[in-house]
T-cell receptor
């Protein structure tokens, strides 16, 4: 079983629909990231959160630490939202006397929004 | 804005060749990372570096080595490329241990 599981793997929506992507994890974390990857490869960080809820424009990310679960919501979806959305959890690791956050990634959710 | 630049977007190499993938960041970040991304497997960490000349193995270091001679540059080396190293390679950097990651645009490597 993967340490980070996303659902669904593929999601198709009509423009304007409300979209939810889920992420469950099984390890202790210091933070959780939601990332967006457009065709061509570049990855952009959308949110980094360790508790509660964050909102940026039409995007909302929530996390429930006790349940080890996070959701990414997109309100009023648009074709330009079509991308792969990746959940990643950050676990503290000590290397060379320095603490750094090791990221473990989910497999990604492919979102397609049709006009 | 932080810029992480990978030297090539697409690369085609032959089996057995030595391959260098270069990554440069312009924001004096301490940490740099190399990932590979494969369908169904997500991103997996190959190596990372937390300081100049310092490196640590990630989850899948076999067949790879890295070099960090200057703070801004982190190179991934495939000593003898094999077809199972055909993949998308992504470089990332972060200011310090728990800072957000900034990714490059990726290099799609094909080994024939």
């Amino acid at each position: 079983k993967n340490e980070v599981e996303q659902s669904p793997q593929n999601l198709t929506a009509q423009e304007g629909e409300f979209i939810t992507i889920n992420c469950s994890y099984s390890v202790g974390i210091s933070a959780l990231h939601w990332l967006q990857q457009h065709p061509g490869g570049g990855i952009v960080s959308l949110f980094m959160l360790s508790s509660g809820k964050k909102k940026h424009g039409r995007l909302i990310a929530t996390i429930n630490i006790q349940e080890k679960h996070s959701s990414l919501h997109i309100t009023a979806s648009h074709p330009r939202d079509s991308a792969v959305y990746i959940c990643a959890v950050r676990s503290p690791v000590i290397a060379g006397g320095t603490s750094y956050g090791k990221l473990t990634f989910g497999q990604g959710t492919i979102l397609t929004v049709h006009p | 804005d932080v810029k992480v630049t990978q030297s090539s977007r697409y690369l085609v190499k032959r089996t057995g060749e030595k391959v260098f993938l270069e990554c440069v960041q312009d924001m004096d970040h301490e940490n740099m990372f190399w990932y590979r991304q494969d369908p169904g497997l997500g991103l997996r960490l190959i190596y990372f570096s937390y300081d100049v000349k310092m490196k640590e193995k990630g989850d899948i270091p076999e067949g790879y080595s890295v070099s960090r001679e200057k703070k801004e540059r982190f190179s991934l080396i495939l000593e003898s490329a094999s077809t199972n190293q055909t993949s998308m390679y992504l470089c990332a950097s972060s200011l310090r241990g728990n800072s957000p990651l900034h990714f490059g645009n990726g290099t799609r490597l094909t080994v024939t």
